[in-house]
C-alpha cells in the first residue's frame, strides 16, 4: 500500500481500468469506502498529460508515464470528496497505477526527416534480429513509408517479396496499412476495431524471418489517401485532431488485444516527408530512432527533427510545427529520443572513415546540446541506467553508428535475409552469381546485434 494510504489509514481498494466505451478511456473506480459505489468516469482527454477528471467522491489528475504509450496514463492524486466539496480533513491517496494493456508494447518509430540514409534496411535488420534475440515475444513492423520498402525485404527481396507485395495489394480485402486508413476515413471518429486483421505473418511468405515477426504491409496508396486524412483533422469534433492522430495507436491496440494483451514490440518504419501518416506513426510511438548518413544535409535533418517534433528552435520566436503545437494543445505524448545512428549504408555515405566520424561527432555535439537543456525529451536506457552526467557518458548511451557491409549489405536486402542470418560464400543474386565475404559480414552484423540488444 501507498505511504500516503498508510497514514490516512484507508484500504486502496483495485482500480479497474476499461479503455473505449467513448472518445476516451473509461475508468471504474472502487473507492476506499464500501458504502461509496463505483464511478465510471469518461473524459475525452483522459490519455494527455494533466487531464482533470472528477466525479461526486473524486479527484483526479492523469498524467502520462514516459515510458508507456500515450494511451497509459498514472492516476495521482486522488483526493476524497464528499457531495462537491471536499471534506475538512481530506484523504490524499497517493496511487501509482499504470494501464497494463498499453504498457506491454514499447513503439519505436525510426525517422529522419531526409530521404536516402537507410532508414528502411535499418528497420528491417533491427526487427528481423530483435525477433531473433526474443523468440518468446511477438515483434510487430508497420510499413507507413508509401515505397514499402522494408515490406518488401522482410517478405522476401527485390524478386520475391515485390512478387508477395502486389499479390498482397491486389488481394480484395486489401490487407495493407492503407486498407486499414481505408477503415478509418470512413470512421475517422470511432474506433471500428478493425486493425487486428492487417497484422501479416512474415515468416508464411519468406523462412530467413523469425516466427514471431509480424508485419503492416507498406502501400503506396497512402499518398493517395493523404489528403483524406488531413481532411478528417477538421472540420469534426472539436478534438479531430486529437483522434485522427490517435489512429495507428489504435491500429496497435487492436492488435494487441488478439494477442491477448502479451507483451510486444514495435517498429514503425516511417516516410521521410513530414506528412500525416509520418505525423500518425510519431503519435503512436513513445521512443525515437534517428538513421543518419555522414553529410551536410544529414545535420540540417537532425535539426529539422527536434524542431518538428519538439519544438527545439535554433533562434527564439522560430516558428514551430504544427504538429508541435497542436500536441501540446491535445496535451498529447511526443516520442523521446532513444537513440541516433550513424549509418554508412547509402550510395550518399561514401565517405572516408575520418570524414564519417567527424560527422557522427558534430551531429552528436547538436543532440548532447538539446539534451543539456532538454533532458526530459530523451529515454534513459536500460532500465535502471544513471543518468549520464557528460558528453562521453552520453554517446556511449544513445549513439551508435552501422557499418557498410558493401556486398553482403546488397545480397541481404535483395534476397531478404537479415545480415546476421546470412553466411559467407557464392550467393545467386537476380541471376548472376556474387560473393560473401565473411570480412564484410564481420563489419556489420555486430554493429545491428548490439542495436538490438540496445532496444528494450
Known amino acids: 500500500m501507498d505511504h500516503a494510504a498508510q497514514q490516512s489509514g484507508v484500504q486502496a481498494s483495485p482500480v479497474e481500468v476499461r479503455l473505449g466505451g467513448g472518445v476516451g478511456p473509461s475508468f471504474v473506480l472502487r473507492p476506499p469506502s464500501p458504502r461509496v459505489p463505483p464511478r465510471i468516469l469518461r473524459h475525452p482527454g483522459l490519455s494527455c498529460a494533466g487531464a482533470r477528471f472528477h466525479s461526486h467522491e473524486w479527484l483526479g489528475v492523469v498524467r502520462r508515464h514516459k515510458r508507456l504509450p500515450h494511451q497509459s496514463v498514472i492516476l495521482e492524486r486522488i483526493q476524497l470528496f464528499h457531495g462537491s466539496l471536499p471534506v475538512r480533513r481530506t484523504t490524499r491517496i497517493a496511487w501509482r497505477f499504470l494501464i497494463e494493456r498499453t ?14 540514409v537507410g532508414k528502411s534496411y535499418l528497420s528491417f535488420q533491427v526487427a528481423a534480429e530483435y525477433a531473433r534475440v526474443h523468440p518468446e515475444r511477438r515483434v510487430l513492423v508497420i510499413d507507413l513509408c508509401p515505397q514499402a520498402n522494408s515490406s518488401s525485404m522482410l517478405l522476401g ?11 498482397i495489394h491486389y488481394a480484395n480485402p486489401r490487407l495493407t496499412i492503407s486498407g486499414y486508413v481505408e477503415d478509418r476515413i470512413f470512421s475517422p471518429y470511432v474506433n471500428p476495431r478493425s486493425g487486428a486483421r492487417y497484422a501479416t505473418s512474415v515468416s508464411a511468405y519468406n523462412n530467413a524471418i523469425p516466427r514471431n515477426l509480424f508485419l503492416v504491409v507498406g502501400d503506396e496508396q497512402l499518398e493517395i489517401q493523404s489528403s483524406r486524412v488531413s481532411a478528417a483533422t477538421s472540420p469534426g469534433p472539436q478534438d479531430a485532431w486529437r483522434i485522427v492522430h490517435t489512429w495507428i495507436s489504435d491500429l496497435i491496440q487492436d492488435i494487441s488485444e488478439s494477442w491477448n494483451n502479451e507483451t ?22 513513445d521512443r525515437l530512432i534517428i538513421p543518419f548518413s555522414a553529410d551536410g544535409s544529414s545535420k540540417r535533418a537532425v535539426r529539422a527533427v527536434l ?20 500536441s501540446q494543445r491535445f496535451r498529447m ?35 548532447f546540446a538539446v539534451w543539456q537543456t532538454n533532458s526530459n525529451l530523451f529515454c ?33 536486402s535483395t534476397c531478404g535475409i537479415p545480415i546476421s542470418g546470412l553466411t559467407s560464400g557464392a550467393k545467386i543474386v537476380l541471376g548472376k552469381t556474387v560473393i560473401v565475404n565473411q570480412t564484410q559480414l564481420d563489419k556489420q552484423v555486430p554493429n545491428i546485434q548490439a542495436l538490438a540488444l540496445a532496444i528494450e
Open 264 to 285: 510486444f514490440t514495435v517498429f514503425i518504419d516511417c516516410n521521410p516527408s513530414f506528412s500525416i501518416y509520418t505525423e500518425l506513426a510519431l503519435s503512436a510511438s
Open 333 to 367: 505524448s511526443l516520442p523521446e529520443l532513444y537513440m541516433y545512428v550513424g549509418n554508412r549504408l547509402t550510395q550518399a555515405n561514401q565517405t572516408s572513415a575520418a570524414a564519417f566520424k567527424s560527422v557522427v561527432n558534430e551531429i552528436g555535439d547538436e543532440i
Open 307 to 326: 524542431a518538428l517534433i519538439f519544438g527545439v528552435t535554433r533562434q527564439p520566436g522560430q516558428q514551430q510545427s504544427e504538429y508541435f503545437i497542436n
Open 380 to 412: 534513459v536506457h536500460p532500465g535502471g541506467a544513471p543518468i549520464p552526467t557528460g558528453k562521453r557518458a552520453f554517446k556511449a548511451m544513445f549513439q551508435y553508428e552501422v557499418n557498410d557491409a558493401n556486398t553482403a549489405s546488397v545480397v541481404s
Open 103 to 116: 504498457k506491454n508494447m514499447p513503439t519505436y518509430a525510426i525517422w529522419n526527416n531526409k530521404g536516402g
Open 157 to 167: 527481396g527485390m524478386l520475391d517479396g515485390e512478387a508477395v507485395l502486389n499479390q
